[in-house]
């Protein structure tokens, strides 16, 4: 079989994205639950907080800055984004959910909500 | 007839204890604690002057200090942890605090007055521009009649 180089026109190389889990802190008083997460470089443009049932995702990105003319000779923090998932108990009111980001550090609280109290159904005769 | 016995015989494990040895003086004095220095640097090196990024979140200007030495950069500062935690129950605790300094050697002097530094969303990014007096100088070479 004649070996056929075959090259690909405009293939774009695309470097893996370095995505990381973000230092995570999670504490509760009587009334609400507070995650806080460490993802410097991230301010509320790049920030995407999502809740779905009782997922709550939080997805951010960092722009490199890029320096011509240097070399770079530590690279200690080099994360394209941060992501990470929680699951919230039941016991949540998910539509008071506060989220603010100062200096790198999205804080967000949750409130707590009382368990469904059992109620009384009427029965109506047909 | 007595078996000349060899002086120095040859140790199979002599070059692995040789490379263990250097590796040893190289890494000697990083701490072995296994957790990550904070902050995390990133630093570049060019020509005119070295950059360096920190990444500190949570962190504020006024409780950072950044001071250059010879050709040393030292960046320290404090961690403060949360001023009231009673009645609360921590479920992770994943962020650190505390007093932290990092040290970063560089490759030529600086010209300490023109340092420049500039915090944003938790990072740090000092400028510091090389020494007036550091930089290479052409020598000129007086050619002597023979």
New interface residues.
């Given amino acids: 079989m004649t070996g056929e180089k075959t090259t690909v026109e405009n293939s774009a190389t695309v470097a893996p994205e370095k995505v990381f889990c973000p230092h995570t802190d999670i504490y509760e008083d009587g009334e609400n639950f507070y995650i806080e997460l460490e993802m410097p470089g991230v301010d509320e443009q790049s920030l995407y907080v999502t809740i779905e049932k009782n997922l709550l995702a939080v997805c951010g990105t960092v722009k490199a800055e890029e320096f011509p003319g240097h070399r770079q000779v530590l690279g200690e923090h080099e994360a394209d984004g941060y992501r990470r998932t929680f699951t919230l108990p039941d016991e949540t009111d998910r539509e008071h959910i506060q989220a603010t980001i100062k200096n790198g550090v999205l804080y967000m609280l949750v409130p707590k909500a009382a368990p469904a109290t059992a109620r009384r159904i009427e029965v109506t005769t047909g | 007839m007595l078996l000349q016995v060899q002086e120095r015989a040859w140790n199979p494990w002599h070059e692995l204890e040789r490379m263990e040895a250097e590796i040893g003086r190289i890494f000697g004095d990083m701490g072995m604690s296994g957790a990550?220095?904070f902050?995390?640097?990133?630093?570049?090196?060019?020509?005119e002057d070295v950059?360096?990024?920190?990444?500190?979140?949570?962190?504020?200007p006024k409780d950072i200090e950044i001071s250059v030495v010879d050709k040393t950069l030292t960046i320290k500062g404090e961690r403060g942890g949360a001023s009231e935690t009673d009645?609360?129950?921590?479920?992770?605790?994943?962020?650190?605090l505390g007093r932290f300094v990092r040290k970063?050697d560089l490759p030529y002097r600086i010209e300490a007055s023109s340092v420049s530094a500039r915090?944003a969303?938790?990072?740090l990014?000092v400028t510091l521009p090389r020494a007036e007096d550091d930089r290479p100088r052409k020598i000129a070479i007086e050619a002597t009649a023979n």
């Fill in positions: 990550p220095a902050p995390a640097l990133n630093a570049w090196t060019g020509e950059v360096v990024t920190a990444g500190m979140p949570g962190m504020e009645g609360r129950t921590y479920h992770r605790r994943e962020r650190s970063l915090f969303n938790g990072v990014k």
